[in-house]
């Protein structure tokens, strides 16, 4: 794979940082390409350069994200409930704009929230087998997509309350809920 240049990389952040920030304060329908090249100090044709649109940006954005946590599925879901749990909202705490935007924003990101939730009972999925046994009798459909919204709803109030407990303390609650349910 060629190397890409720490110019591009450099200006694809700015402009990521750019939407996101501009997210934060106003509706996804009333940024303009013009106000993302702006915040990020760059041209509109270098925003275009890079992105179709506004509506390529987020997508590819998404994308990005999402294919980062399935990463780090691969290797953080190896470990306990907790220590895999801790990881993971480590990752949120770093990427705090990104997630907290993504799903406070209700009328552009349905699909990121979507793209969430469903990589989420994806991987409530492989831990079900896990479980010897104990939600026999119930539908595996219902169990994971319970721990899936479950997981999804207290990230969500974690980042909409501003993060008020390190990443440790969410990950031994979550775990201590996640083991009694899967």
């Not at 993060?163 to 609650?173: G, L, N, Q, Y």
Request: proline share 3%; glycine share 4%.
């Amino acid at each position: 794979m060629p190397k890409v240049d720490r110019r591009v990389l450099k200006t694809q952040e700015a402009i990521k940082k750019a939407i996101l920030e501009l997210m934060s304060e106003k509706k996804f329908d009333d940024i303009t390409i013009q106000d993302i090249s702006d915040r990020a100090n760059v041209n509109r044709s270098t925003v275009y350069l890079h992105y179709l649109d506004k509506y390529d940006l987020l997508d590819k954005m998404i994308d990005e994200y999402i294919n980062e946590l399935k990463e780090t599925s691969e290797w953080a879901c190896q470990e306990e409930w907790v220590d895999a749990i801790q990881i993971f909202f480590e990752y949120f705490e770093k990427n705090y704009l990104f997630f907290s935007t993504m799903l406070a924003s209700k009328e552009a990101t349905p699909s990121f929230r979507s793209k969430f939730l469903e990589y989420s009972i994806e991987g409530f999925k492989e831990e079900l087998y896990k479980t010897n046994g104990k939600n026999e009798g119930l539908s595996e459909d219902t169990i994971v997509t319970f721990a899936a919204n479950a997981y999804v709803g207290a990230l969500e109030k974690w980042l909409k309350d501003g993060m008020p407990s390190p990443p440790i303390v969410m990950a031994k609650e979550l775990g201590i809920l996640l083991e009694r349910i899967l």
